[in-house]
């Protein structure tokens, strides 16, 4: 009997190719500035230059790609200055979402990011730095979605992708502080703003 073979759709590989590529960029498997080869991330993600492209795009959308004419791609490599200036407007954009979520967000969603928390808390232990920063980073956007502003939400996804790989390499060469995070679910529990909480945690912590 032979077995039915299932083709990927090509939507599927633009999206896996984006998720991995987005990793690697974030992780510093792909040092910043540097340029992005296209036939060595074929090789590497398994797929073919068209959904690669795709996912180049994308990630040029997020800003953590730089699309350079006629010369393919790069790294973005973040100046000091670009760096203060989104800390800085992520800063506000976290205390709003922050002080919206302790208004309007759910038992379970609140459960959601305390078990979260705790998830992190055993990756912290283990220095899993990858799971710690993955769920770190899930905090941040469940936080954020549950402030339900989509207006907000889109901004703040913006923003937060020029400052992935940052975070990353902060947490990668600093103590990792988890402490911040008990604060703020508490004050979420109590349904007050917790703005302070929030601009608290902000780089290294992220």
């Known amino acids: 009997m032979t077995a039915e073979i299932i083709a990927i759709p090509r939507a599927a590989l633009h999206e896996q190719a984006t998720q991995r590529l987005r990793q690697m960029l974030v992780e510093?498997?792909?040092a910043p500035?540097?340029?992005l080869n296209e036939r060595e991330l074929c090789e590497a993600l398994n797929v073919s230059r068209t959904p690669l492209r795709e996912a180049i795009k994308t990630l040029a959308a997020e800003g953590l790609v730089e699309l350079l004419p006629n010369r393919g791609a790069i790294a973005v490599a973040l100046s000091e200055a670009d760096?203060?200036?989104t800390f800085e407007v992520m800063a506000g954009l976290e205390g709003m979402s922050g002080e919206l979520a302790?208004?309007?967000?759910t038992e379970s969603e609140l459960n959601e990011i305390k078990a979260m928390h705790f998830e992190m808390l055993a990756a912290y232990t283990r220095r899993d730095l990858s799971a710690y920063y993955r769920l770190n980073a899930a905090i941040h956007r469940a936080i954020n979605a549950a402030a339900r502003n989509p207006v907000?939400?889109?901004i703040y996804t913006q923003v937060n992708a020029r400052l992935q790989a940052l975070r990353f390499r902060?947490?990668?060469?600093?103590?990792w502080p988890c402490a911040p995070y008990w604060?703020?679910?508490w004050t979420i529990n109590a349904r007050w703003c917790w703005n302070s909480c929030v601009r608290f945690q902000l780089p290294p912590n992220g």
């Open 28 to 30: 510093g498997q792909i």
């Open 170 to 175: 902060c947490k990668r060469t600093t103590r």
């Open 102 to 105: 302790a208004q309007r967000i």
């Open 183 to 185: 604060p703020c679910t």
């Open 83 to 85: 760096v203060l200036n």
């Open 33 to 35: 500035g540097a340029k």
């Open 152 to 154: 907000l939400t889109a």
